[in-house]
């Protein structure tokens, strides 16, 4: 088993949040729009992820973030607002639906506002985490697994996988039962059914954990010197570590993990929880 560790791009903007803007930010760039907008949570590496990426293409950015402002911002909000995020608070109801704030239509120019989908679903995101897989050898490996949240990602490896390779999905929701038509949605028909998602390790759900999943991540750290975030990548490393304990795979397999990094959101986590 090999783990590819997206998380080493940067400690703040890591991971495949990248490669999924890339193409987004290319066309906000061609199209001559000035203010990348896009949604997320106060914890969302998504979120964060755009308002670097914005800042280093010389975009201006807007966060319409779900819920009502608290008193103290997170950090991740915080560190957005430190690339020059403008943030614009939504009720959860106004979130749900994807409601543009009457204030940032008012503020700006709506003919400069580039709009990314929540979690950079979407074709363009796919294409860009297909570029995930030229940094390994792909023929290496018969497997491939990552996490996933809104599947995009998934979709992108699915796309660029060979044809003697299986794609394993963990999905972070829980019952998030739409998410393999999401994702058959970003595929070319011939790589619909090369897929699996395996729905067993949300741990409680989204941004659920357990005390149990906690002490995995301790563990998973002092015996291979991974960090791993309690969103995502933690429910990855049980779930292949289980998988494999389960024999699951067949004997000979070569394991291509993707490290998705999002250690960032870690930093919602009481100190002390984790010994990284
Ligand atoms: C966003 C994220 C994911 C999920 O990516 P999707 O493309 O939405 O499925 C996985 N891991 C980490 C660390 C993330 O930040």
Do not use: C
Not at 80 to 104: C, D, H, V, W
Not at 106 to 112: A, N, Q, R, T
Not at 140 to 145: K, N
């Amino acid at each position: 088993m090999d783990v590819l560790r997206l998380d080493l791009l940067h400690p703040v903007i890591s991971g495949n949040k990248w490669f999924k803007l890339k193409y987004y930010l290319q066309e906000a760039v061609n199209t001559g729009k000035k203010i990348l907008v896009t949604f997320g949570g106060a914890y969302s590496n998504h979120i964060v992820a755009a308002a670097a990426a914005a800042k280093e293409q010389g975009l201006q950015s807007a966060g319409i973030i779900r819920g009502e402002k608290g008193v103290h911002p997170s950090p991740t909000l915080m560190d957005a607002m430190g690339f020059g995020m403008e943030l614009y608070y939504t009720t959860r109801e106004n979130y749900k639906t994807k409601q543009i704030p009457s204030l940032l239509l008012e503020s700006h120019d709506p003919g400069d506002l580039y709009f990314i989908p929540e979690g950079g679903y979407g074709e363009k995101g796919a294409a860009g985490a297909e570029d995930i897989l030229d940094l390994v050898e792909l023929s290496d490996y018969s497997h491939i697994m990552a996490a996933a949240g809104t599947g995009t990602m998934l979709a992108g490896l699915i796309r660029g996988s060979l044809d003697h390779q299986q794609v394993t999905g963990i999905p972070v929701l829980k019952n998030n039962f739409s998410l393999e038509q999401e994702i058959e949605k970003l595929l070319p028909p011939e790589k619909k059914h090369r897929f699996t998602l395996l729905y067993d390790y949300h741990f409680g759900g989204y941004a659920k954990y357990t005390r149990g999943q906690t002490v995995f991540m301790n563990e998973w750290y002092q015996r291979t010197g991974i960090p791993s975030d309690f969103v995502y990548t933690a429910k990855l490393f049980f779930a292949v570590q289980d998988l494999v304990e389960k024999k699951y795979f067949p004997g000979g397999s070569r394991l291509l993990v993707i490290h998705s990094g999002g250690l960032q959101g870690n930093r919602s986590l009481d100190k002390g929880t984790l010994i990284f």
